[in-house]
């Protein structure tokens, strides 16, 4: 059973970047769509994006145009989201979630909580 | 983008109860629709995927149907471990949207 580990709370100036990983443990997710969502407080979830490892093909919503990227690493083992450019809007629950066969997001990971705060 | 809109926004039933929510497409968007369970601190699981195909390991006691724009989530037997927020999300097309929740509660 694979399940997703992310990396740890940020807290950031605006105006500056974050980078947050997600790493598979258990099973891998190469030939999966890996999802980039996020949930700010009290709101419904926000899908920002995908990326496929095997290839680093990758897609992200219109919204944040320029603003974010979805990197991988070579063993295709963990995958990367970085936004730029931090607004106060931007503080938010980050999640990565797999994509099954049903179209659903089915596997998540705990989620990272950005704080953008001058 | 295609807007999702869910209703309504919380109810309040007892143990036993039936509970049914509703989720309109701003577009006819097929079948392409997933329902969410999401509880406090933790991440969204999904409960029905194509409008109406329960995930595996889901309670019998959830249902969902429609297609096009109306789109409906049924507690059939409402427990205390189903208190949480619903949301319905749409893959038609892209952005995938989420609705804005609906909270249900525990009398």
């Known amino acids: 059973q694979m399940q997703l580990v992310q990396s740890g709370a940020e807290v950031k100036k605006p105006g500056s970047s974050v980078n947050i990983s997600c790493e598979a443990s258990g099973d891998t997710f190469t030939y999966r769509y890996l999802h980039w969502l996020r949930q700010a407080p009290g709101q419904a979830p926000e899908w920002m994006g995908w990326i496929t490892p095997f290839n680093g093909y990758s897609h992200n919503a219109q919204k944040f145009q320029d603003r974010v990227t979805f990197t991988r690493d070579t063993p295709m083992t963990t995958v990367y989201m970085h936004l730029s450019s931090l607004r106060s809007d931007d503080t938010a629950m980050y999640f990565c979630?797999?994509?099954?066969?049903?179209?659903?997001?089915?596997?998540w990971g705990p989620g990272t909580l950005v704080t953008v705060s001058s | 983008d295609i807007q999702m809109t869910q209703s309504p926004a919380s109810v309040s039933a007892f143990v036993g109860d039936g509970v049914t929510m509703t989720c309109r497409a701003s577009q006819d968007i097929n079948n392409h629709v997933v329902w969410y369970q999401q509880k406090p601190g933790k991440a969204p699981k999904s409960l029905i995927s194509g409008a109406s195909y329960l995930q595996s390991g889901v309670p019998s006691r959830f249902s969902g149907s429609g297609s096009g724009t109306d789109f409906t989530l049924t507690i059939s037997s409402l427990q205390p471990e189903d208190s949480a927020t619903y949301y319905c999300?749409?893959?038609?097309?892209?952005?995938?949207?989420f609705g804005g929740g609906t909270k249900v509660e525990i009398k």
């Open positions: 979630a797999t994509e099954d066969g049903s179209n659903s997001f089915d596997t």
């Open positions: 999300q749409q893959y038609n097309g892209s952005p995938r949207t």
